[in-house]
Every structure is written in C-alpha cells, then in structure tokens.
C-alpha cells in the first residue's frame, strides 16, 4: 500500500465531472471501480464543495454555500464572497494542508461559474490545480463539476500550466 492511499484511504469512484453526476462509476463486469489515495481525496473535496453545509446528519460541518452563487451576479463583490466560500471550506478538508487552498474566479456568466482552485494535498510533493464548474441544470439543481486537473510539477521554474 501507498503513502498515499495510507493516507487518503479508498472511496467508491462517482461521477463527479461526468454525465452520471455523483453515480458510482460500475466496470464492464458489473464491479464498482474504486479511487484512492490522492485522487480519493480530490473526490472527497469536490464533494464536500457539492454538498450543502450542515446536511448530512452524520456530520453537520461537511459541505458549503458554494451553490449559493451560481445565479448571482457577476459582480466584485459576489467573486470574492465565493471565493472565500471556496477556500474556507478546502482549507478546512482534512487531506488539505491548511491554508494551501487559493480560488480564482476565471468565467462568471448566466451558464455557471468556472473557478481556478489551487490546494496541497498532506504528503504529496506538488500542489494540485483544479478548474472547476459551478453550473445550474435543467431540473433546478445545481452540480459541481471538475472539468480539468493539472498537476503542478513541484519545478518553480516550469509554467507549462
């Protein structure tokens, strides 16, 4: 077993970012695939950003208010407020190393919001760059949806992000 997957452990693979929004993810013979180590742990922070605070019984401080803005105004004001949501609420995930996580809004239109999240996994070597997509769908919810992970290479030096 990896440092990694000591670490983060194993989590059933969902459709976060697909067209099976939060659908287990199910193999050619029937099985659940399952993710671990740090791309668990990326699973479990877009969750956490997906679910609404204090709805899981079980755990009243897991989720945020992200889905809050996603018909909002794209105004100063309403992209710093989400930002600071986003932040908050990675910083506080327990795989993040505190204070790691950073937020940019990117695109702000009436079809949903993109945002450059920056975050450092514990143990891991490099920071992780997510672009994320906040965006309303036809039966008035709302998902929350990785659309892109680039992997920083650790190397000050290379800008091939």
Same mark, same amino acid.
């Given at each position: +077993? *990896?440092? #990694? ?7 059933? +693979?969902?459709?976060?970012?697909? &067209? ?9 013979? @029937? ?6 180590? /740090? ?10 950003? !997906? *679910?609404? %605070?204090?709805? $899981? ?5 897991? &989720?945020?208010? =992200?889905? %809050? ?7 100063? $004001?309403?992209? /710093? #407020? ?5 932040? *908050? ?9 505190? @204070? ?24 891991? #070597?490099?920071? !992780? ?8 769908? &036809?039966?008035?919810?709302?998902? =929350? /949806?990785?659309?892109?992970? =680039?992997?920083?290479? @650790? ?5 091939? $992000?």
């Amino acid at each position: +077993m *990896t440092t #990694a997957a000591r670490l983060f452990g194993a989590d059933i +693979m969902i459709g976060l970012g697909s &067209g099976d929004f939060l659908a287990a993810s199910v193999a050619a013979n @029937g099985e659940l695939l399952l993710v671990s180590g /740090e791309q668990a742990a990326l699973q479990q922070i877009g969750l956490r950003l !997906y *679910t609404m %605070h204090g709805t $899981l019984w079980y755990d009243v401080e897991f &989720g945020s208010f =992200v889905l %809050h803005w996603i018909k909002e105004e794209s105004e100063p $004001l309403s992209r /710093e #407020a989400l930002c600071q949501e986003v932040e *908050t609420r990675v910083n506080d995930d327990p795989h993040v190393v505190p @204070g790691s996580a950073s937020c940019a809004v990117t695109d702000w239109d009436e079809t949903g919001v993109v945002l450059l999240l920056t975050l450092e996994l514990i143990g891991a #070597a490099h920071p !992780y760059n997510l672009i994320l997509r906040l965006a309303p769908s &036809g039966d008035e919810a709302a998902t =929350v /949806e990785v659309i892109l992970e =680039v992997v920083a290479s @650790g190397d000050p030096d290379d800008t091939s $992000l």
